[in-house]
């Protein structure tokens, strides 16, 4: 067993750009749940949009690159809007479903063989990079040192990456120190006292919901410029995951998301590549290599559970100010 | 697919795109094995050497159909290639925004079966047009070589038969569901896993074990019933007992679901199973209507259960407990009712519900696979949402509700587009009456 | 806090708020509130019925009515919480219904709640400074510059400060309001409504839950809030914090309003007394409960018996007859 290579895998994808998008989608999650207290179980749909919007607008509409990034988070602003006015003045569990139902048709509609021309459908979407990587002015070759040598292409998806990360939890930053968060937590402990103080509530909820939704985009955005879109990445699980990434580092905290999610990747990295080892050298008897595969899964659910009975707060988060209440 | 099956080729190509997407989900989990690049598995010619690509499946009434020889030809290729056991296959070419040839031989297919559409004289021959996707799927869904002109009024009615069988077996698993809900607050995602539970337990005694299926299904609620218990008591009870929110609940219900789902594609692997006489071909009936003898006895078996469970409620002092804890937890303890009894009751009832409902899809789908309970949860979340969240016998209004949306939105809409339906029914109804069909508004204040 | 004690000081009524005879929806010198024809179903159940209702400006009113009376249903109405079949009521002249609750408190007419809406994880000094109107940080775009907001926001964190000190609070300003006692919270809620600068202030049950200690200094806020100029209406079950503090009472049984008039006539009207005031009249639950002494006791009622009565065995029954939340 090569312990060297397992580790070196898994730190490298410390700055991996799926650990990037999962970082920016937790991110938005962390403005929709932990500051607003919107149940968004749809944060996987938001991703979608970004990723399609993206792909699409170069393929089918042969734009530049960096309009189909705008056209990505456009789409998702959209969809918060659309998603937001008639739901926002329902109950909270009653967003949770709508939320996750609506990401689901989103899904479905991107798989279903009616728009194969433009979605792709079952076999989704390629061959859009290669005017992204022309805008690459990083000269072709390998950079970095120890487990982070990528080539030029790598380094150019995961640069965009870090500044889109750097610029949305500065945003987010500024925003939930300022009095426009204290009203958004405000809402998340009890909005009918908000109201009552004379606030739109409603418009806070639209603007959160738009807001982290189009950070979650932009994670779509990202792991789209590093490989190919297709509509089974953006499944329920994705939210699941991005959730357990958020909870992680802490959901009502800016670093958190960031944290939770390099830990995230880097413990699922780390197991998948030690367990599969572990098995074909023999420590583990009773199990084949790829039943060894999905233990991580079955490790993820179980650390999901303990992670919101025990330390809700997340890593980052305050002991007191734990995001559940009601 | 479904519990009613006939030989309508007016419809048919419909519900094997749905097969399809099934096909596509599979393949889309598998790409989902966190992210990694999309693993194929079709069997593939020349897709390293060139960067487009020309796709499909072959299936015959939603069994896919491997070795079957195609030939790809067009922009100086002319590429032979043949299923793999996915019905799967897949060819590289070297030019986008092209049209190529594909070619089914049909001296390929299973004696007797011709790929077979109205209009079409060479239906074996698809042209395809490689779009600037770099993507173009061609498909060959077929049915048996014989065919009947069926009217409209028989194919609607056909829909709505399949719609209520679909909605009982789904009215199964969502009043546990929504007397979970109504009686603790969960939001219990981990639902989907006790219906694939149910069937996997099914599958292991009729299929491991060797027992026969009216043995082993009644086995398989009953554990499901423990199931049910044994969460309850490990997970549920304790959480109750450090008052933990119901939002944290249902975070931690998600976890369960995903620890649960992946722990059973540890021991059964990613494939679907056949329970015994799953494939047993269907006996005409009425009109278009045809059934299997099982499709029958399903649906007896699912309003059987549902009036059992109906008159429980109605009637046993615990069920009337159950209604009074639904309306007024607080209440209901302070009249000296023994809530945690009820609920770990309600947990048991639910389970075994959950059960019985997941060896009903295992029929209805056919098939049972690791995670077929997260197909329907969402299907489930929006019958409780439909009926009025924890009234029971609105989750079943809403369950058949949704059973008909499914089946018979497809007459208008692509059948893969089939489970999004009663989605878009879901989020419209809730603008309009937010308390769902049979729930009452609240107060505020 | 007020020490327990301290009897309550006598500050004087309003009177001459009422044109004619004090009967339901009887029209006053200076209205701020007017309400016409408002009614609410819930079901087959009619909640509010109100033809006519017009509140006295500057002035404290109480609204009583047993349990089911409409009164909470009314107060949700009238402040864009809930939405009528039918009616219209102004404010100070303007019309609001239909106006979103939001819209009203700005207007200038807020109010508090039955259960008690503290926001828990945010911190006292938080909640107040979330009172304040008018605030350029809450926008979204300037909310990213802090240039923009952070002069106005220290000028609210001192408003807020002066505010918190005038209600005691002022050492917990950095503790979770999730840390407050009822009491606590009840004033927190009261002082954050405040920061807005209301002109009418609508408080649902401020006594409800409130340790009988902190209830002194609870109604010493309120008639503060008359001298300040602003106008009270607030429901309340305890007769005699009604009797003591209300200028004018308005009386609802099934979401009618049956009766109007200044607290010492409204509560000899024989209707009035059938229909609310139940067993426990003849006592004065501040001597009951050892907070006034009895020569301080209500003369309407009987001292002795007061005296004499067990304060814990009338709650009890209270809540029984009240049944559970």
């Known amino acids: ?326 | 697919m479904s519990l009613v099956r006939s030989a309508t080729p007016a419809h048919h190509p419909r519900r094997r795109r749905l097969a399809g997407a099934f096909v596509a989900v599979l393949a889309g989990l598998i790409g989902l094995q966190l992210l990694v690049p999309f693993a194929a598995h079709a069997d593939e010619v020349d897709t390293d050497k060139y960067p487009y690509r020309v796709s499909g499946n072959v299936q015959l009434d939603n069994v896919p159909l491997a070795d079957v020889e195609l030939n790809v030809k067009g922009n100086g290729i002319d590429t032979d290639v043949e299923t793999d056991e996915n019905g799967q296959w897949a060819v590289g070419v070297p030019e986008k925004n092209a049209d190529y040839t594909v070619t089914l031989n049909e001296d390929t297919l299973p004696e007797g079966i011709a790929v077979v559409e109205e209009g079409n004289e060479t239906p074996n021959i698809k042209e395809v047009t490689v779009g600037p996707g770099g993507r173009v799927t061609a498909n060959y869904f077929i049915g048996e070589g014989t065919r009947n002109v069926t009217s409209f009024f028989d194919v609607v009615i056909e829909r709505i038969v399949n719609g209520l069988s679909f909605g009982l077996m789904l009215a199964l698993a969502a009043i546990g569901l929504s007397l979970v809900f109504g009686t603790t607050g969960i939001s219990n995602f981990a639902h989907a896993e006790m219906v694939t539970f149910g069937a996997i337990t099914a599958y292991f005694f009729a299929n491991l074990v060797g027992w026969p299926i009216w043995v082993a299904i009644p086995v398989a609620v009953a554990l499901s019933a423990a199931l049910g218990f044994g969460l309850d008591v490990t997970v549920w009870r304790p959480l109750r007992r450090r008052r933990v929110g119901v939002v944290q609940l249902m975070i931690v219900s998600i976890g369960l679901s995903l620890a649960l789902r992946y722990l059973f594609q540890f021991f059964i692997g990613g494939n679907t199973q056949q329970l015994p006489g799953a494939t047993e071909l269907p006996i005409d009936l009425f009109g278009s209507v045809s059934m299997t003898v099982i499709d029958m006895v399903s649906i007896v078996i699912s309003i059987v259960a549902l009036l059992g469970f109906a008159a429980w409620l109605l009637f046993t002092r615990i069920g009337k407990a159950t209604r009074a804890i639904s309306d007024n937890p607080s209440l209901a303890a302070a009249s000296g009712i023994d809530v945690d009894g009820v609920v770990r009751i309600v947990w048991i009832i639910a389970g075994g519900l959950a059960g019985l409902s997941g060896v009903l899809a295992a029929y209805y789908r056919p098939g049972l696979k690791w995670d077929m309970g997260s197909e329907f949860l969402l299907l489930l979340f929006a019958a409780v949402t439909l009926g009025g969240l924890g009234t029971a016998f609105g989750a079943a209004v809403g369950a058949i509700v949704i059973g008909l949306v499914v089946e018979v939105s497809t007459l208008w809409i692509p059948a893969d587009l089939r489970f999004a339906a009663p989605l878009v029914v879901l989020i419209i109804i809730l603008l309009f009456r937010p308390q769902g069909i049979l729930g009452r508004r609240e107060r505020i204040g | ?325």
């Open chain 3, 1 to 325: 806090m007020s020490s327990d004690s301290s009897p309550l000081v006598a500050r004087a009524k309003s009177t001459g708020l009422h044109i004619g005879d004090a009967v339901p929806g009887v029209a006053k010198t200076d209205p701020i509130l007017i309400a016409d024809g408002v009614r609410r179903t819930f079901g087959g159940l009619t909640a509010v019925d109100v033809d006519h209702l017009e509140i006295p400006k500057g002035a404290i009113t109480a609204l009583i009515g047993p349990n089911g009376a409409g009164k909470t249903t009314l107060f949700n109405l009238l402040t864009g919480f809930d939405k009528p079949d039918q009616g219209t009521w102004t404010f100070s002249g303007t019309s609001i219904s239909g106006v979103p609750a939001f819209k009203v408190a700005r207007l200038g007419q807020v109010r508090t709640f039955q259960l008690t809406k503290a926001l828990g994880l945010l911190t006292v000094l938080d909640n107040m400074k979330l009172g304040a109107k008018g605030q350029r940080g809450e926008g979204f775009f300037s909310a990213l510059f802090p240039a923009l907001w952070r002069k106005q926001d220290t000028e609210i964190e001192e408003r807020a400060l002066v505010l918190l000190e005038k209600f005691k609070l002022d050492t917990k300003k950095d503790d979770y309001a999730a840390s407050l006692s009822g009491g606590q919270r009840k004033l927190l809620e009261m002082a954050r409504a405040l920061m807005s600068q209301p002109s009418l202030v609508m408080l649902d049950e401020p006594m409800a839950g409130v340790n009988p200690a902190l209830t002194q200094s609870l109604l010493e806020h309120i008639l503060d809030l008359k001298d300040l100029g602003m106008t009270v209406l607030f429901v309340e079950h305890d007769m005699h914090v009604v009797r003591h503090i209300a200028d004018w009472v308005v009386v609802m049984a099934e979401g009618k309003i049956v009766a109007e008039g200044d607290p010492t006539t409204v509560m000899k009207n024989p209707a009035v007394v059938d229909a609310y005031l139940g067993a426990h009249q003849e006592l004065d639950l501040g001597v009951v409960t050892g907070r006034y002494h009895p020569d301080e006791a209500d003369p309407t009622t009987d001292a002795k018996a007061s005296v004499s009565a067990d304060a814990e065995a009338i709650a009890a029954a209270g809540a029984e007859e009240e049944g559970a939340p």
């Open chain 1, 1 to 326: 067993m090569d312990w060297l290579q397992i580790l070196q895998n898994s730190a490298s994808t410390i700055i991996a750009p799926a650990t990037i998008a999962y970082a920016l989608a937790a991110l938005g999650l962390a403005v929709h749940f932990g500051y607003a207290g919107l149940l968004n179980m749809g944060i996987a749909g938001f991703m979608a949009l970004g990723a399609y919007g993206y792909a699409i607008t170069i393929l089918t509409f042969g734009l530049p690159w960096y309009v189909g990034v705008l056209v990505g988070i456009v789409a998702a602003l959209i969809f918060a809007l659309i998603l937001g006015i008639p739901t926002l003045r329902l109950r909270g569990d009653y967003l949770a479903i709508v939320t996750i139902a609506a990401a689901e048709v989103l899904r479905l509609l991107f798989l279903t063989s009616a728009f194969d021309e433009v979605t792709g459908s079952a076999d989704g979407l390629s061959g859009y990079h290669t005017e992204f990587r022309a805008a690459n002015p990083i000269p072709a070759g390998s950079y970095g040192f120890g487990p982070w040598v990528y080539n030029e292409i790598g380094w150019w998806v995961r640069i965009l990456g870090f500044i889109a990360l750097v610029l949305a939890a500065l945003v987010v930053y500024r925003l939930v120190n300022s009095p426009w968060g204290r009203v958004l937590k405000g809402i998340r402990e009890d909005e009918d006292a908000v109201r009552s103080l004379g606030k739109n509530v409603f418009g806070y909820k639209l603007q959160a919901l738009m807001l982290g939704g189009g950070i979650a985009a932009l994670g779509g955005i990202i792991y789209a410029m590093d490989r190919n879109v297709n509509s089974g990445v953006y499944v329920t699980s994705l939210t699941f995951f991005v959730y357990t990434a958020l909870l992680l580092g802490g959901a009502a905290t800016v670093f958190g998301p960031l944290l939770g999610s390099v830990i995230f990747w880097v413990l699922q990295a780390f197991l998948s590549n030690l367990l599969p080892a572990l098995v074909s050298s023999g420590v583990l008897p009773f199990m084949t290599t790829i039943q060894a595969s999905t233990v991580r899964f079955i490790l993820t659910g179980i650390a999901l559970m303990l992670l919101v009975i025990f330390r809700p707060q997340g890593i980052l988060g305050n002991k007191k100010e734990l995001t559940f209440v009601k």
